[in-house]
């Protein structure tokens, strides 16, 4: 089994750099593929990544929520151009560096997404995707 990132990633990166078989690898171009991505072939399930990501954005592949309840505050992030995402985020990742994503929405306090989408996406991001090369 594969742990997920989902769409509440802002681009930390600490996950990258704790996972010990070098699976997780963010997406590139940024307007596209907003998050890191975990390569369901390679991943473990050490579970290292999780403890590592302020956002809470990673979960194992059968516990990604499908109705996640937001404390509020947090935000989710998509492709530039995704419809209800237009609110800038501006940030630094683990490292101090600036992290710049352009279509996030803020959720509020109770609101309840479903997060299962994801994990389409991060399938496709090594399939039809980027994510093959990025990590040769």
Known sequence: ??????????????????????????????????????????????????AECPFEAIFPEDEVPSAYKAKGGERL????????????????????????????RTLQAGEVVDLTPDIAANAAFFKDGPGYDALK
């Open 1 to 50: 089994m594969t742990h997920v990132i989902t769409s509440l990633c802002l681009r930390d990166g600490g996950c990258m750099t704790v996972c010990p078989v070098e699976c997780i690898v963010p997406g590139k171009p940024i307007d596209k593929y907003p998050w890191y991505y975990i390569d369901p072939d390679t991943c473990i399930d050490c579970g290292a990544c999780v």
């Open 77 to 104: 992030s998509m492709p530039v151009g995704t419809p209800g995402f237009t609110e800038i985020y501006d940030g630094k990742n683990h490292n101090g560096e600036p992290v710049h994503l352009e279509a996030t």
